[in-house]
């Protein structure tokens, strides 16, 4: 039942992200897009550097604290299709990259309310990197579709990762997207914020893998000491299930061709398995972006 009135709150229907900036979040690692809402409706080129204060994956952060700085890189062409490389370095280790991301992609527009975009993309982890909590697979099928309402835009994100690991996650959100009638140096400059609220369901297969890849740390506050091998815990995993609430507030300003944005996010975890123990926790994130046409 909790489930059905989360439905009726986030998607009064399905739709999708059809925005062709910074593109898509291409592993459930939120390091790779701003969350404005500019749309691209033309053959355009866009890159972007972000820091974020932790590395989260499909609502599931790590024993440690790994703050991060990432670049990407979009190209759109005019008839829908794109392509797309990012990268995500945690500071403070020593390898030159954690996460290398390559994809490509479509994005279709089903009427002018309603849009989408489908894509593939393949990750690659070094394996010096940091032990962050991340995908077990190395590939990614992503289906977002979004409804733009007027007074909000819900969408409905589907992935399935498989490799290692198979998981599939819905990411249910709604967000209402806002303008300034004032500019700030000149008339080409605004801010827009963009408050939404999100929720995430799915398997939990990758932190098995985790759990069996990764020795323990026992003196980390919110690890468990039970054996990662445990045949109840494995299948518990497997479980679809609602995994993480969040609320965020995005903030940015506004030039033709760029755009700096400062984001907060409030992260609940919810039906936390295996070795993490996480908890309530917030998010910071900067990011600059820019557009070629």
């Not at 790994?66 to 062409?77: E, K, Q, R, W």
């Not at 940091?130 to 007027?150: F, H, P, R, V």
């Not at 479980?239 to 995005?250: D, V």
Request: charge should be neutral.
């Amino acid at each position: 039942m909790k489930y059905i009135l989360i439905l009726l709150i986030l998607i009064p229907c399905s739709a999708l992200k059809a925005t062709a900036k910074l593109p898509l979040r291409v592993t459930g690692i939120e390091h790779n897009s701003s969350d404005t809402d500019t749309v691209i409706r033309k053959q355009s080129a866009t890159v972007g550097v972000s820091y974020g204060s932790d590395v989260q994956f499909f609502g599931r952060t790590g024993p440690i604290t790994y703050p991060f700085v990432s670049a990407d890189a979009i190209y759109n062409t005019k008839n829908g299709f794109f392509i797309y490389a990012s990268g995500l370095k945690v500071l403070g280790y020593n390898p030159f990259f954690d996460e290398i991301d390559l994809g490509a992609g479509y994005l279709y527009n089903i009427s002018k309310n309603f849009k989408g975009s489908a894509s593939y993309t393949r990750f690659f982890f070094n394996k010096d990197a940091a032990q962050i909590i991340k995908s077990a697979s190395s590939n990614d099928i992503n289906w977002d579709n979004s409804y733009n309402w007027g007074f909000a835009k819900s969408g409905v994100i589907l992935d399935y990762l498989f490799g290692k690991e198979s998981d599939i996650f819905v990411t249910l959100n709604t967000s209402k997207y806002i303008e300034s009638k004032f500019s700030i140096f000149d008339d080409k400059d605004y801010l827009s914020f963009n408050p939404g609220v999100s929720a995430i369901l799915g398997t939990q297969n990758f932190v098995q893998r985790y759990a069996d890849d990764h020795s323990y740390r026992m003196d980390a506050a919110n690890l468990f000491a039970s054996n990662p091998d445990n045949q109840l815990m494995a299948h518990s995993n497997s479980l679809f299930k609602m995994l993480n609430y969040s609320f965020k507030l995005p903030i940015a300003y506004n030039r033709p061709h760029y755009t700096f944005e400062f984001a907060y996010k409030y992260s609940i975890p919810i039906n936390v398995e295996g070795i993490l123990l996480n908890h309530h926790e917030s998010f910071y994130n900067l990011t600059f972006y820019y557009v070629f046409y």
